[in-house]
């Protein structure tokens, strides 16, 4: 987790790296969210975490403008089994899913979120069946992929700055 230095009204935050982010934000922030059982928020992180993920993929800077559908679909190519790439291309899921999540904090009515698994990415007729439950599970799994890439030094690590955000790095 970020540090902070020094003490007082202007700390200076030391950054996070990629994996450090990764880890607790990605992925330690979901399960938490995942664990209260608070589905709609859960849903919308992880859809918030896949372009968030995207993000640390590609070779740009981390608040690089406009890259937003290109990072959530490089996630969803690199990190994810193929049948999300296969139901990207079947409906947009960066516009159908993580917009509408964004700007009404609901899925578009072209998509059903179910708690169930058996209809996981399916399409009938025009609407997609997503699972919470496998969605969840394969979004841990790529986030820790994720991890293991930068691990590996298969990604180059970024600095992730959070000093707009200094009062949610304090040990509660």
Do not use: W
């Not at 609901?106 to 169930?116: A, F, K, Q, R, W």
Request: charge should be negative.
């Amino acid at each position: 987790m970020a540090e902070l230095k020094g003490s007082g009204y202007c700390n200076e935050l030391i950054p996070l790296d990629s994996k450090e982010f990764a880890q607790h934000y990605l992925l330690n922030e979901i399960l938490l969210i995942e664990a209260a059982n608070v589905r709609l928020q859960l849903l919308s992180a992880m859809a918030h975490g896949i372009e968030t993920a995207g993000a640390l993929l590609d070779g740009l800077p981390y608040k690089a403008k406009g890259q937003g559908k290109k990072r959530f679909d490089l996630a969803l190519k690199k990190l994810f089994p193929a049948s999300y790439s296969a139901a990207n291309q079947q409906i947009n899921l960066y516009s159908q899913l993580r917009s509408h999540l964004a700007h009404s904090m609901i899925p578009s009515n072209l998509i059903s979120i179910e708690v169930g698994t058996e209809n996981h990415l399916q399409m009938e007729g025009n609407m997609l069946h997503i699972s919470l439950k496998m969605l969840f599970d394969d979004y841990c799994c790529a986030i820790e992929k994720l991890i293991q890439k930068i691990d590996s030094g298969e990604l180059k690590s970024k600095k992730i700055s959070f000093e707009n955000l200094n009062g949610l790095n304090g040990n509660d």
